[in-house]
């Protein structure tokens, strides 16, 4: 074995987890609403957004690789106790919302296989507990990257079963785009779901927490591209399962769409739940992370607080997801919620990650700055004009 692939393989972990997680239920949800609402248009801006998720997500991975601290310790240190305090509170706030996205999804994938939700959910809790309370990152990581191939490869499998038409796939691609309302509202949806604000926490925090250091950044930086690749491509094929979806007449609420589901051969309905249940489980592990690490950080809590965050933000979610049935429509809403969150954290990211003094000598400079505040601010237009959409269709 090659010194490069041996690196390589010691760096590969965080990146390559919060990018898969980042195809969590919530997401999965959108993009298959998004196939049924738009059609498979969408599917090119989810190619295009591979984009600004490498660039952003390789500041953060950057971030806590040179600097070794999480984007929460970055931003007491950079900005005060009294900023990063502030910051938490909405960050505590928007994890619990992703917890409640969360095990909605899990409750879909029990639904699908005819298990009770309740004592599902409970079990799912369990092992989130469980994980989550190792005491060191490595030891998680010896379960989520195994858990990680499972949901892609369940993503794959479930794909060959809706059976596509792959030529009249590619000619709905171009002639399905219906630049309206709905379709900005649903690009502001795709941004939310592909770049969430947990994500640059637990990107940083686990670098830092690896000690991957600054010597192994070329080889967290393709592990970064690599992932980036990996979930567009995943968000792509969940699209074409909502355009599938569509044409057997579900109707484009998603309670129509899950009643869809729900009447599908067995072997489909086994391999959606099975990806719904595992991209919940790996998503609420590692929000939960990122919340803990970020919210510790920012307020400046002690390291063994983090439990504490867990059962505050999670318990109530859970309870919620089992006694109420009908706010799923709520997911698209915190999508585009997300996408409009995250400009002040790319802006705070930027600013600290292009610090010489901070950055120990390795900031983003030049071009490669550059390119960052151009996708940063391609994020925030977008979100921005898809809330302004998603306003407007109440009126």
Not at 243 to 270: H, T
Not at 342 to 368: E, N, Q, T, W
Request: aromatic fraction near 12%; include cysteine.
């Amino acid at each position: 074995m090659s010194e490069d692939l041996k690196r390589f393989l010691y760096v590969f972990g965080p990146a390559w987890l919060v990018m898969i997680a980042d195809v969590d239920v919530a997401s999965i949800i959108e993009g298959i609403e998004a196939g049924v609402i738009s059609g498979p248009s969408i599917i090119i801006i989810m190619l295009l957004l591979t984009l600004p998720l490498f660039f952003i997500q390789d500041a953060a991975g950057r971030l806590g690789s040179v600097a070794n601290v999480g984007l929460g310790e970055a931003i007491r240190k950079k900005y005060g106790a009294r900023a990063s305090l502030l910051l938490s509170v909405p960050m505590a706030l928007t994890d619990f919302l992703e917890y409640l996205a969360e095990f909605a999804g899990i409750s879909i994938g029990l639904m699908l296989l005819g298990l009770p939700v309740a004592v599902g959910l409970l079990a799912f809790f369990a092992a989130h507990l469980f994980v989550v309370y190792t005491k060191r990152y490595k030891d998680a990581e010896a379960i989520l990257i195994p858990l990680s191939f499972l949901l892609v490869l369940t993503l794959i499998i479930s794909l060959a079963l809706f059976k596509p038409n792959f030529s009249s796939l590619f000619s709905a691609i171009v002639l399905s785009f219906k630049p309206n309302l709905s379709f900005f509202y649903l690009l502001a949806a795709s941004i939310g779901a592909v770049i969430m604000p947990w994500m640059l926490f637990f990107h940083s925090g686990a670098d830092a927490r690896k000690k991957i250091g600054a010597v192994n950044m070329k080889f967290e930086t393709l592990e970064t591209l690599i992932g980036s690749v990996v979930s567009e491509v995943l968000m792509s094929i969940v699209v074409v399962y909502g355009w599938i979806i569509s044409a057997g007449d579900a109707g484009s609420s998603l309670n129509g769409i899950i009643a869809y589901m729900l009447s599908m051969d067995f072997s489909l309905r086994l391999f959606m739940a099975i990806g719904f249940m595992s991209s919940g489980l790996l998503a609420l592990v590692v929000i939960s992370m990122a919340s803990a690490w970020g919210v510790v950080e920012a307020a400046g809590l002690k390291e063994k607080h983090y439990k504490i965050i867990y059962l505050i933000e999670s318990v109530p979610a859970l309870l919620i997801a089992m006694f109420v049935k009908n706010y799923l429509e709520l997911i698209l809403g915190l999508m585009v919620i997300y996408s409009v969150l995250l400009i002040p954290l790319m802006f705070l990211l930027g600013k600290i990650v292009s610090d010489c003094s901070f950055m120990k000598g390795y900031a983003l400079k030049g071009k490669r700055l550059a390119v960052y505040w151009i996708m940063a601010s391609a994020v925030s237009v977008g979100g921005i004009v898809g809330l302004v959409s998603y306003l407007m269709s109440f009126l």
